[in-house]
């Protein structure tokens, strides 16, 4: 595998011909419960709750290793050098977060804050993606309940979008466009599905896919990672209030439908390898973290991109060699 970016998006895609980086259950009993082979491996975080972080096991990015950008003409490429890990949200098999307590899905979220804190110290990587795939249709890859990181040496494609936007309206109108909508929202009342003291679980005013549901706070704050440690210390109660609004919502979405992806859009990582990018100096004002939450109502949505990074596991060369023949 290997990135490849799109001359005229501009965004980076994986590509190659090998199987990428999917992990499956094998089929017997579980590698992630106790006693499991993948279980047993060596992690890259524990937290003090004991939530465990793992290395994926079919990593889609390798952690060694410099990006080593070429070009090719008017294309560039870059090698897969990024991090892959695998967050076990619990020990036991089934414990989804939507079945936690709220104090062990606080856990879970503060797992993601504290990996997302330690990647970004790595200046090869611009961006660190915290999602979850539920169920198969979401491309779940392990039964055992999980979440996943990637760091990449990119910012992946919707969050290019969402971070540029979100600046050309603070440019505007010297206001954050989340802020607007959390406002608004609360004003309206008609897409709000819950509210905390703190957050806000809402429907966006233009879903990608049905039941599009995103938890964000209802202050302004830009990066979770930062919000949510200051929050842990002494005011703990704040994670828990996220960790229940979010589980409810997770509880939600469920009651529709039992495959989703979750996804946690925060800001990308300022200060690179190439000194601060200056295209995000006024991120921590313009941008306000969030999670989303897109569930597969349907079988068959069709041109239906959720994917942070697209990957096509055929390349285009091989493709067009089987399409001559064809
Ligand atoms: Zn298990
Ligand atoms: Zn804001
Ligand atoms: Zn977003």
């Known amino acids: 595998m290997e990135l490849r970016k799109d001359p005229v998006t501009q965004s980076w895609m994986l590509v190659g011909d090998e199987q990428p980086g999917i992990g499956r259950d094998s089929g017997g009993p579980c590698e992630w419960c106790a006693g499991g082979r993948l279980q047993a491996g060596r992690t890259v975080y524990v937290s003090p709750g004991g ?12 952690i060694e290793g410099t990006e080593s950008r070429t070009g090719e003409g008017i294309y560039d490429r870059m090698r897969t050098v990024g991090a892959h890990e695998v967050v076990l949200e619990s020990a036991t098999h089934d414990r989804q977060i939507v079945l936690a307590t709220d104090r062990e899905a606080a856990e879970v979220l503060n797992t993601y804050g504290a990996r997302l804190v330690d990647l970004k110290k790595d200046q090869r990587f611009r961006y660190v993606t915290v999602f979850k795939n539920r169920g198969k249709l979401a491309g779940e890859e392990f039964s055992h309940a ?3 990181i990637t760091a990449t040496p990119f910012v992946p494609r919707r969050m290019v979008y969402e971070l540029r936007a979100s600046r050309t309206h603070y440019q505007s109108k010297e206001r954050c466009v989340f802020c607007d909508i959390v406002q608004q929202e609360e004003s309206r009342g008609t897409r709000v599905v819950e509210a905390t003291a703190n957050y806000l679980a809402m429907c966006p005013f233009a879903p990608r896919v049905p039941y599009e549901l995103w938890v964000l706070p209802r202050y302004h704050a830009a990066s979770f990672e930062t919000d949510i440690a200051g ?9 828990l209030e996220l960790a229940g609004i979010l589980r409810r919502s997770l509880a939600r979405v469920e009651h529709i439908t039992d495959a989703y992806h979750m996804v946690l859009h925060t800001t990308p990582n300022t200060s690179t390898q190439r000194g601060v990018t200056v295209q995000w100096t006024t991120v921590a004002d313009d941008y306000h973290w969030h999670f989303e939450i897109l569930p597969i109502a349907e079988k068959r949505t069709r041109s239906y991109s959720i994917k942070e990074v697209y990957y096509c596991p055929v390349s285009p060369e091989r493709a067009a060699e089987e399409l001559r023949q064809a």
């Open 231 to 239: 929050r842990s210390g002494n005011g703990a109660g704040d994670v």
């Open 146 to 148: 999980h979440s996943q």
């Open 51 to 62: 939530v465990r972080v793992y290395p994926h096991p079919h990593p889609l990015y390798q």
